[in-house]
């Protein structure tokens, strides 16, 4: 194989940080649900996927790219919000392995009901035009739409931060996590709160699906390897960071890229490597609560 | 348009259950009375393909092939009035599932022949499990491994095509016009490195030079970390062996990356499901093999009957690539039980090997060593306009003619001479 | 709370209940059913994958519902299992008894690495470290193409007869090849049945009730765990070389983190921390995906909605329901 230039490495970290960023936007959804409801949604890529499909229907019904950008998340959202009052909050205070197996069976019916919506083969799904091509970032050239998901994700994470640091009710999510019977005590209705995390949780992962779609096109199993890469970002983390999160999403990105470079088959398998050797480690991940759902 | 595709196709999967869950409630029946004499009783073949699954369209076009082969055959009389019936199952892309429902075929449902699969780590599942029990399998996937004398049996066939057969297709006809540096770009797996080992050894003739070959897992969604170092090695050609959602993500990312605008993409072959679901943007350009492809038509008599019957079974749509393989594999089978006056193992693969024959896509022959099929590779290029119906999705740019020396030789498999 | 805790207790009344009655015998009864078992499937290797996915379930609910520890690894188990008895046979021309010998010394010894690393996390921690290690175990696996075939599976674990004191029994047989595994199966659950009744059956009870006080008692909590895992894994490697004898194939999908799901998808369906709830579980899946899967394509809506509907309306699965129900 030809020598490693200084470029083709540059390039390489690059291109590892630009994945690392797509990961955290699959994962930051999951990862808030898991931190603040101790809920591990096996769903998130189920909801990952229908994003990427109500995109696709959005789209050919008249409505382009960035009317998705917006209704997508919404929609996402919307249905996020049903599925929490209906189906997972019968289960708070069950333990962690019903809602895990609840959202197991949940994603199973969702991926089935879009393959009989719009059939089980895989749609295309189009760069929108002004963000197709490659540009030049001094090292080499880069997809734009890739530089155009790392600039949303970065928009969501700043959007999600100040929510959640600034806002009084960002305040209370927060101390619902630590401690929901002191805040239940103080007055303030948990379960609203929940519900309300829930659904912003599963509007990521829809607007995740939504910008994904262009990547990879459209199928309805499309769910299932983000949802190991997510989980993967989520644990490295610690469960309910999102700055570990993010910090364990480039890292992921990195680890990928430098094994692509040095041994490609081993590509997916490093990032169990590198999950199995930091809870060995450090078991609560980077910044997590150690004694979590223990 | 596609409104009534898609009727069409609801209409021939509920039909096709239909089909599937009588006969099963046929089998599971206490009441089931064997008034029949016993040679009367059905010809079975069964029919274990991925219906759910990735490969779920393809394998239900696979399905609906060889139930057109099936009707052919009891509208012709069937042998001597005994009608066939084909068995589908379900082996849900899994081998484990697969070995498990072709011993259901075997031993319960006492199936006489076997074809079907669409994987090749599901064919040689299957190939195991029939080999043992002595029954005929005719496989209808891509594998190099079903012909080599650790898996074959005297009971195993292999209507499709293999690796060999294919990467050398394409080798032969890409080294000659786009350029000799060539890079890889692998599934890693064993379709991946059998289409690369074919690539290389065709290459020997037109002495291409190999700058290198990436190996990516099965599964992989993103090759932006792969793209930029086989764009640093600046081939003339990037061969990209992989297959169905790999395929079309690969395609579609190289594309993104601006690859295709100095480097010529090949690929050892191309799937027509393929290309309808990853779309005519991310295929542009791009030249791969193929068993068959329905444009073939106008040269081949045999293929325009085959397109007719299943126009006419299936409301005006068109067989795929797996589709015809469906159908050769099960019609070939029947025409040996034909040939053979009966359905006694031993006859029917001499009659098997005996048989030359011309189904769907030219003159075809089973090698009498490892009995995979002789027949003619397609070398097409995904079309992106100009497409006149939905089907039209290839430009055959060359046909290489069935003959013995593409495919590797017996010695080489480890069969006796 | 489960059963096993149930057996230690004296029996409350003179009367004799179906649900006592059941635990007092609940090996025999599971032989007894086992025997007439395949008479009553829609086919027999779909009961002999019943049996050997119980048998699975049945190690599996030693950590998790015994113990209390959720392993979403046990994939590696099973399948290390399955490819040792396969690589035995198949490269090294051992006889099929030694194979199975094989298969649970690789089950055991695969559930001591794995264990070894990931006993002391806790909670979803724990899951989490069981999946990765066996999606490394996976990847080893993969690789290893020479062994196992990759991911072309290993093929040719064909054995015809068996040679049993003299007697020489056709395996190709499906009711015979039936019996064989089942007496394996019947030997497991007798195993299982005497673990869960010893003094160690107790104290891994102990250990998920209430960890400070075991430990307080004088108990090693984490060897106590290592041990049960390891247990678990013996019981898991039988499986999978069970299965390796079945299917004369080791598919590479036996690793994948889906056979684990799967295993806690049957444990929780048949009732988790219960004798019985494993083999229910499994037969309870098995043919509902298989019967709804010959009726339509869409078995995975079915499948899914019936999972939904469980851990909503019936959380301690099937057989703890029953439990449950005939204690009121």
């Known amino acids: 194989m030809a020598g490693l230039s200084f470029d083709l490495i540059a390039l390489q970290l690059f291109a590892g940080l630009a994945l690392g960023a797509i990961y955290v936007l699959f994962a930051i959804g999951l990862s808030l649900i898991f931190g603040m409801l101790t809920v591990v949604n096996f769903a998130h890529g189920a909801f990952y996927m229908v994003g990427a499909y109500v995109g696709l229907y959005l789209i050919s019904i008249g409505g382009n790219f960035w009317i998705c950008l917006v209704a997508v998340p919404i929609l996402i959202g919307l249905f996020g919000l049903a599925v929490e009052r209906v189906l997972i909050r019968p289960l708070y205070g069950r333990g962690i392995d019903y809602p895990l197996l609840l959202t197991f069976g949940l994603s199973y019916v969702m991926v089935e009901c879009v393959r009989i919506a719009f059939g089980k083969t895989g749609y295309p799904f189009d760069t929108p035009e002004v963000l197709q091509g490659a540009v030049n970032i001094g090292v080499g050239y880069f997809p734009l739409y890739r530089l155009f998901v790392i600039g949303a994700t970065a928009v969501v994470l700043l959007a999600l931060w100040l929510f959640l640091e600034k806002t009084s009710f960002g305040l209370i999510i927060r101390a619902g996590a630590r401690d929901p019977q002191i805040v239940r005590v103080l007055g303030v209705d948990v379960s609203r709160v929940w519900l309300i995390v829930f659904g912003i949780g599963t509007a990521i992962a829809g607007f995740a699906g939504l910008l994904a779609a262009p990547l990879q096109g459209v199928i309805p199993e499309m769910g299932g390897t983000i949802l190991a890469e997510a989980f993967v970002v989520t644990v490295v983390g610690g469960m309910g960071s999102i700055g570990g999160a993010v910090l364990a999403g480039l890292l992921v990105g990195v680890v990928v890229s430098m094994t692509s470079l040095f041994a490609p088959e081993m590509a997916k398998v490093s990032i169990f490597a590198l999950m199995a050797i930091v809870l060995i480690v450090r078991p609560q991940g980077f910044f997590g609560r150690a004694g979590l759902m223990s | 348009m596609t409104n009534k595709v898609t009727k069409a196709g609801s209409i021939s999967r509920r039909r096709l259950l239909t089909t599937a869950s009588a006969g099963a409630v046929l089998a599971v029946s206490p009441f089931r009375i064997n008034l029949v004499r016993a040679e009367e009783a059905p010809i079975k073949i069964g029919f274990p393909v991925p219906l759910t699954g990735p490969y779920g369209a393809e394998a239900q076009d696979q399905v609906r092939a060889g139930q057109l082969a099936v009707a052919q055959f009891n509208d012709a009389g069937g042998l001597n009035g005994r009608k066939a019936e084909l068995v589908v199952r379900d082996d849900k892309l899994n081998p484990g599932e697969a070995a498990t429902r072709t011993l259901e075929l075997v031993e319960k449902e006492k199936v006489n022949f076997v074809v079907g699969s669409l994987s090749a780590a599901v064919q040689l599942a299957i190939n195991n499990v029939t080999k043992e029990r002595g029954v005929i399998f005719n496989s209808i996937s891509q594998s190099d491994a079903i012909n080599e004398a650790a898996d074959f049996s005297k009971f195993t066939f292999h209507e499709a095509l293999n690796p060999h057969m294919t990467s050398g297709a394409v080798g032969r006809y890409a080294f000659t016009k786009f350029g000799k540096k060539v890079a890889f770009l692998t599934a890693d797996y064993a379709y991946g490195h059998e289409m690369v080992r074919g690539f290389l050894e065709v290459g020997k003739e037109f002495n291409i030079e190999n700058l290198g070959d990436v190996r990516h897992p099965l599964g992989t969604t993103d090759f932006s970390t792969l793209l930029p170092r086989l764009q640093a090695l600046k081939p003339d050609i990037l061969c990209i062996s992989n297959f169905g959602r790999d395929q079309q993500i690969a395609l579609k990312q190289a594309t993104d990356f601006g690859i295709k605008k100095s480097i010529q993409i090949i690929a050892p072959l191309l799937s027509h499901a393929s290309r309808v679901a990853a779309g005519p943007q991310a295929f542009e350009g791009v030249v791969g093999g193929c068993s068959f492809y329905w444009g073939i038509e106008d040269k081949f008599a045999s293929t325009k009957a085959f397109n007719d019957a299943f126009r006419k079974m299936y409301d005006g749509k068109l067989p795929t690539d797996y589709g015809a393989l469906g159908y050769g594999g099960v019609r070939t089978v029947l025409e040996a039980v034909k040939s053979a006056g009966s359905v006694e193992t031993d006859k029917v693969v001499a009659a098997l090997e005996a048989l030359k024959y011309d189904y769907y896509k030219g003159p075809q022959y089973y090698r009498k060593c490892d009995h995979q099929s002789v027949q003619s590779v397609l070398v097409i290029k995904s079309k992106s306009k100009d497409m006149k119906n939905e089907s039209d999705v290839f430009e055959v740019l060359s046909t290489e003619e069935p003959n013995e020396k593409n495919l590797r030789s017996c010695e080489a498999l480890g069969h006796k001479a | ?328």
């Not at chain 3, 599996?60 to 035995?88: D, E, K, M, P, R």
């Not at chain 3, 990759?150 to 040719?156: D, F, I, K, S, V």
């Not at chain 3, 049945?193 to 008692?217: C, H």
């Not at chain 3, 678990?232 to 299917?247: D, N």
């Open chain 3, 1 to 328: 709370m489960t059963d096993a805790t149930e057996s230690i207790k004296e029996p409350r009344t003179a009367t004799v209940s179906w649900y006592e009655f059941a635990t007092r015998h609940r090996a025999s009864i599971v032989a007894a059913v086992i025997l007439v078992f395949p008479l009553v499937m829609p086919f027999t290797a779909l009961a002999v994958n019943i049996l050997i996915y119980g048998l699975y379930a049945l190690g599996f609910n030693l950590v998790f519902g015994y113990l209390g520890l959720l392993s979403f690894g046990h994939a590696a188990l099973f399948g290390t299992g399955a490819y040792l008895c396969g690589i035995a046979i198949v490269h090294f021309g051992w006889p099929w008894y030694a194979a199975i010998a094989a298969g649970v010394a690789g089950g055991l010894l695969m559930a001591l690495l794995i264990g070894v690393l990931a006993i002391r996390t806790r909670g979803i921690y724990f899951a989490m470290v069981t999946m990765a290690l066996s999606q490394c175990v996976y990847y080893l696996f993969y690789q290893a193409v020479d062994l196992t075939g990759g991911e072309n599976g290993l093929r040719g674990i064909n054995v015809r007869t068996i040679d049993l004191f003299g007697l020489r029994i056709d395996f190709i047989n499906p009711m015979i090849r039936y019996y064989v595994i089942a007496a394996f199966v019947i030997a497991a659950f007798f195993v299982m049945s005497r673990i869960l009744a010893s003094p160690f059956g107790a104290v891994i009870e102990a250990v998920r009730e209430n960890e400070t006080r075991a430990r307080a008692s004088g108990y090693d909590v984490t060897k106590t765990r290592l041990l049960t895992f390891v247990l678990s894994g013996g019981f898991c490697g039988l499986a999978g070389a069970l299965q390796a004898l079945h299917l004369s194939i080791v598919p590479i999908e036996i690793l994948h983190y889906e056979t684990s799901g799967l295993v806690v998808m049957i444990a929780l369906l048949g009732g988790m921390g219960t004798f019985f709830g494993p083999m229910i579980g499994a037969a309870v899946f098995l043919v509902l995906e298989n019967v709804v899967s010959v009726w339509t394509v869409h078995w995975q809506l079915i499948v899914g909605a019936i999972f939904i509907a469980c851990v909503l309306f019936f959380p301690a699965g099937i057989w703890g329901t029953l439990i449950a129900r005939s204690r009121r």
